[in-house]
T-cell receptor, first 110, second 113 residues
Framework: GEDVEQSLFLSVREGDSSVINCTYT??????LYWYKQEPGAGLQLLTY?????DMKQDQRLTVLLNKKDKHLSLRIADTQTGDSAIYFC??????????FGTGTRLLVSP | NAGVTQTPKFQVLKTGQSMTLQCAQD?????MSWYRQDPGMGLRLIHY???????DQGEVPNGYNVSRSTTEDFPLRLLSAAPSQTSVYFC????????????FGPGTRLTVL
């Protein structure tokens, strides 16, 4: 079946880069997504990448996709304390049919 | 627009009690869904609806009922709550079509004793 795995926790200092990793199993996924969840809030779509792309950059965010290894990463440049949140990787054939990872809690210290 | 709203924010139930989690959206979205979020696990789809009068099961539907009598509302019913249903519940909505982003509500934290 489908499975999406992430490390549970990442701690960085303000100003450093953060890299959050994700592995997935379903090679038929059309889209791979990154969502951000702040405390007490719902999930917010950060960015997504089509499965036929290798990289996508959006301001401080860089998404890298290695289809051969089924590995997805999210790099946040110049990480700020406001980036502290839980980040979910998800895969699917559409925005509606998503399989979510376990989430990575990012803690940014001053 | 208020977006996706959920009530209540928090709820404590005793085993065997019933209750309804409310979800509403004011964006005229056809697609609505319910997820549960458990520690150490990703969100799992409970039920979804592609329009008024149409509902279908997701990955973990047992113990939950839904209905969709209007486009705006998609309530989730627990007929006989069990401790295994302790979780955070998220409602989401989107326009129909695979390229349309889902918008999530703020969640309801449910504890079943």
């Amino acid at each position: 079946g489908e499975d999406v795995e992430q490390s549970l926790f990442l701690s960085v200092r303000e100003g450093d880069s953060s890299v959050i990793n994700c592995t997935y199993t379903d090679s038929s996924s059309t889209y791979l997504y990154w969502y951000k969840q702040e405390p007490g809030a719902g999930l917010q779509l950060l960015t997504y990448i089509f499965s036929n792309m290798d990289m996508k950059q959006d301001q401080r965010l860089t998404v890298l996709l290695n289809k051969k290894d089924k590995h997805l990463s999210l790099r946040i440049a110049d990480t700020q304390t406001g980036d502290s949140a839980i980040y979910f990787c998800a895969e699917g054939t559409s925005f509606q049919k998503l399989v979510f990872g376990t989430g990575t809690r990012l803690l940014v210290s001053p | 627009n208020a977006g996706v709203t959920q009530t209540p924010k928090f709820q404590v139930l005793k085993t065997g009690q019933s209750m309804t989690l409310q979800c509403a959206q004011d964006m005229n979205h056809e697609y609505m869904s319910w997820y549960r979020q458990d520690p150490g696990m990703g969100l799992r789809l409970i039920h979804y609806s592609v329009g008024a009068g149409i509902t279908d099961q997701g990955e973990v539907p047992n113990g939950y009922n839904v209905s969709r009598s209007t486009t705006e509302d998609f309530p989730l019913r627990l007929l006989s709550a069990a401790p295994s249903q302790t979780s955070v519940y998220f409602c989401a909505s989107s326009l129909q079509g695979s390229d349309n982003e889902q918008f999530f509500g703020p969640g309801t934290r449910l504890t079943v004793l």
